[in-house]
């Protein structure tokens, strides 16, 4: 038992042993914590990539903002075109079918003739049925007032509907320069919103134009109606009394 060497225990652990605070202090001094003015660096310029992206994003919504009222304007100079046109192809079927007026009065005038010459050829006929020089001078001369009626009124033979056939920005500024992020976005939205008040406005004349010109469409339907029917009938008329 006397030749045994025995170790002491406390003395092993001691050498090792360190007290909770220390452990701390040094544990503290091995990471790279940032400072205050690291810190308050750090946020400035998370605050300032913030603020570039909102100033960003504000400068695009103006930019489609300014795009879309280039468009209504755009739009609104072609309604204004079509209209020009529309009102142009009323005014030429309003002469159409005043046109067609007059010829049927002369159409009527012509079956008034025609009559006359039937009872005339047929009084004759009744007559002087032996005579057949008469009727063939009648019947001459018969067919040159037919001649003469046709060429007189050889334009309407063409639909006068083939005349309808061929009828006859601002200046925007960059927002405020101004580096204070509260103005510029200020000045920002404040283009914004006057784009949107433009933009409603546009929307809503661009309405009214469209109900109007839908209007006159229909009253131009109606008027080539009428012209249509009228050509029809008058058409139809002259070819019974060439006929006869």
Same mark, same amino acid.
């Given at each position: 038992m006397s030749g045994? /060497?025995?170790?002491?225990? /406390?003395k092993l652990f001691a050498e090792d042993d360190v007290d909770d605070e220390t452990f701390l202090r040094n544990s503290r001094h091995s990471y790279n914590t940032p400072t205050f003015e690291e810190q308050k660096q750090s946020f400035l310029e998370r605050k300032q990539e913030i603020e570039d %992206?909102? =100033?960003? &994003?504000s400068e695009r919504s103006i930019s489609l903002l300014r795009d879309s009222e280039q468009v209504g304007i755009a739009t609104a100079e072609e309604l204004m075109r079509q209209r020009e046109q529309l009102e142009s192809t009323d005014r030429r079927l309003d002469e159409i079918n005043q046109?067609? %007026?007059f010829?049927?009065?002369h159409i009527n005038g012509i079956k008034s003739v025609f009559s006359s010459l039937k009872s005339y050829i047929s009084g004759r006929n009744d007559s &002087? +049925?032996? =005579? &057949?020089s008469g009727s063939s001078n009648t019947q001459t001369t018969n067919s040159t007032i037919i001649e003469n009626k046709v060429a007189e009124y050889d334009r309407y033979e063409n639909h +006068?509907?083939?005349r309808l056939r061929n009828p006859e920005p601002d200046t925007y500024t960059q927002g405020s320069s101004s580096k204070n992020f509260s103005a510029r976005l200020d000045a920002n939205l404040q283009e914004m919103h006057s784009s949107i008040s433009k933009l409603k406005g546009l929307a809503s004349g661009l309405s009214y134009e469209i109900d109007s010109q839908n209007d006159l469409i229909r009253d131009i339907i109606d008027k080539t109606d009428v012209?249509?029917?009228t050509i029809s009938k008058q058409n139809k008329e002259m070819n019974r009394i060439l006929q006869k």
């Amino acid at each position: 038992m006397s030749g045994h /060497n025995y170790v002491d225990t /406390n003395k092993l652990f001691a050498e090792d042993d360190v007290d909770d605070e220390t452990f701390l202090r040094n544990s503290r001094h091995s990471y790279n914590t940032p400072t205050f003015e690291e810190q308050k660096q750090s946020f400035l310029e998370r605050k300032q990539e913030i603020e570039d %992206r909102t =100033i960003k &994003s504000s400068e695009r919504s103006i930019s489609l903002l300014r795009d879309s009222e280039q468009v209504g304007i755009a739009t609104a100079e072609e309604l204004m075109r079509q209209r020009e046109q529309l009102e142009s192809t009323d005014r030429r079927l309003d002469e159409i079918n005043q046109t067609l %007026r007059f010829s049927q009065k002369h159409i009527n005038g012509i079956k008034s003739v025609f009559s006359s010459l039937k009872s005339y050829i047929s009084g004759r006929n009744d007559s &002087s +049925p032996s =005579i &057949s020089s008469g009727s063939s001078n009648t019947q001459t001369t018969n067919s040159t007032i037919i001649e003469n009626k046709v060429a007189e009124y050889d334009r309407y033979e063409n639909h +006068p509907t083939t005349r309808l056939r061929n009828p006859e920005p601002d200046t925007y500024t960059q927002g405020s320069s101004s580096k204070n992020f509260s103005a510029r976005l200020d000045a920002n939205l404040q283009e914004m919103h006057s784009s949107i008040s433009k933009l409603k406005g546009l929307a809503s004349g661009l309405s009214y134009e469209i109900d109007s010109q839908n209007d006159l469409i229909r009253d131009i339907i109606d008027k080539t109606d009428v012209a249509d029917v009228t050509i029809s009938k008058q058409n139809k008329e002259m070819n019974r009394i060439l006929q006869k």
